[in-house]
Each structure stands twice: as structure tokens, then as C-alpha cells.
């Protein structure tokens, strides 16, 4: 069974704190991303990367930066969090052309005060 | 105009009957098509894929009409356990997902 997980399932920050996000996938995929979900809005994509050192860009990139330096981690970063940034982030990852089968984490409900 | 559009419900369904639910896409591009299944503060799941010749797992039936841009997810003899929300989900040209806002099932005793 592929396994997605997250770093912490609730986190409270204040805002101007720098927050760390990670992700480890223990499946060897490829490909990793960052969502994040909102009532209303769904899940919109943060960042995406394909490989270990390499990253693009989602819909929604301002404000966060991602690193990925081993394959099975993938970590997204809140340089100075603020109060719009309080939301649940999702971790997925997929193999390699099989951007279809993406396997979620269990989420992080990040809540910026 | 949104990538991905659905009725967010909440559809509130007797147990066994059937239910339906309709999902828009602007990108005429768009190459692949799915529904996720999204349980009560759980993670999303990939529930199936759809085809462009429709496509049937059990009691759950895809169907895709490329030329209206839409895909249907019906599920038939509904059980309580598929209340949950149900995600559209369209592969863009970037090879990107794009996710619905989901619609939100409830099957009633």
C-alpha cells in the first residue's frame, strides 16, 4: 500500500512565523505536489515537482516555497505566514506518467493567528 | 469561468435509490478525465477514471460527452457508506489536475 505522510495533522503558527510542511511518500514516485483546500475553492495546486532539485509552479504559488532534495520528500515552505494562509495542505504524490493515481496524505490543518 | 464545475449539493439520498451528478469543463484540450472520492476530514481518493466510452465498477457508471464538456458520475442502489463528497477532476494540457470544488452526498437510512 502506498503511504503519504505529513509531518502534522494540526499546526498553529503566528503570522511573520517561518513554517516548514513536509512530506514523505515511501512508494518511490517521481512526482509530488502541494495542494491546498479551501471551502468553496477545492484544492488548488501549489507546487509541483517532477524530480529530486526540481520544482514548478502551481496555480497559487505566492507566498510559499517548496524543497526537494530526496526523492521521497517533498516539503513546503511558509516563508512569513499570514492569516490568509490558514488552510488544510494536502501532500500527494504519483509515479512517473501516472498523474492520475495521485495518493494524498492525510492533510495538515494549518491555522496562522 | 471556472476550470471545473460542479453542484456543490448537498444531495440528500434515501439509501438505495439512484443518484446523479453532472461536472463542467471549460478546456476543450482537456485528455483525461476522473472522480475522486473525498471522505469526512480524510484525504482525497481516486475513485475511477472515465473513459470516453463510458465505463461501469459495480454500481458506480462514468460517462464522458466531449462535445457538451461534461462527465457524469451515477451511482446506483446507493449504500450508506458512499455518503462522502464526490471530486471532478480534468488532466489540463500541463498535465496538471484540476479539481473541482466537489459535491457533497449524504444517503439517508
Known amino acids: 500500500d502506498v503511504k503519504v505522510t505529513q509531518s502534522s495533522r494540526y499546526l498553529v503558527k503566528r503570522t511573520g512565523e517561518k513554517v516548514f510542511l513536509e512530506c514523505v511518500q515511501d512508494?518511490?514516485?517521481?512526482?509530488m505536489f502541494w495542494y491546498r483546500q479551501d471551502p468553496g475553492l477545492g484544492l488548488r495546486l501549489i507546487y509541483f515537482?517532477?524530480?529530486?532539485?526540481?520544482?514548478e509552479k502551481g496555480d497559487i504559488p505566492e507566498g510559499y516555497s517548496v524543497s526537494r532534495e530526496k526523492k521521497e520528500r517533498f516539503s513546503l515552505i511558509l516563508e512569513s505566514a499570514s492569516t490568509n494562509q490558514t488552510s488544510m495542505y494536502l501532500c500527494?504524490?504519483?509515479?512517473?506518467?501516472?498523474?492520475?493515481?495521485?495518493?494524498f496524505g492525510p492533510g495538515t490543518r494549518l491555522t496562522v493567528l | 469561468r471556472k476550470e471545473v464545475e460542479q453542484d456543490p449539493g448537498p444531495f440528500n439520498v434515501p439509501e438505495g435509490a439512484t443518484v446523479a451528478f453532472n461536472c463542467t469543463y471549460s478546456?476543450?484540450?482537456?485528455?483525461?478525465f476522473f472522480w475522486y472520492r473525498q471522505d469526512c476530514r480524510k484525504e482525497p481518493k481516486l475513485l475511477m477514471s472515465v473513459y470516453s466510452s463510458g465505463n461501469e465498477d459495480g454500481r458506480f457508471t462514468a460517462q464522458l460527452n466531449r462535445a457538451s464538456q461534461y462527465i457524469s458520475l451515477l451511482i446506483r442502489d446507493s449504500k450508506l457508506s458512499d455518503s462522502a463528497t464526490y471530486l471532478c477532476v480534468v488532466n489540463s494540457p500541463h498535465e496538471k489536475l484540476t479539481f473541482g470544488t466537489g459535491t457533497r452526498l449524504t444517503i439517508i437510512p
Open positions: 512508494m518511490d514516485h517521481e512526482n
Open positions: 515537482s517532477y524530480d529530486v532539485k526540481m520544482k
Open positions: 500527494a504524490s504519483s509515479p512517473k506518467r501516472r498523474l492520475d493515481t495521485q495518493y
Open positions: 478546456n476543450s484540450a482537456s485528455q483525461s
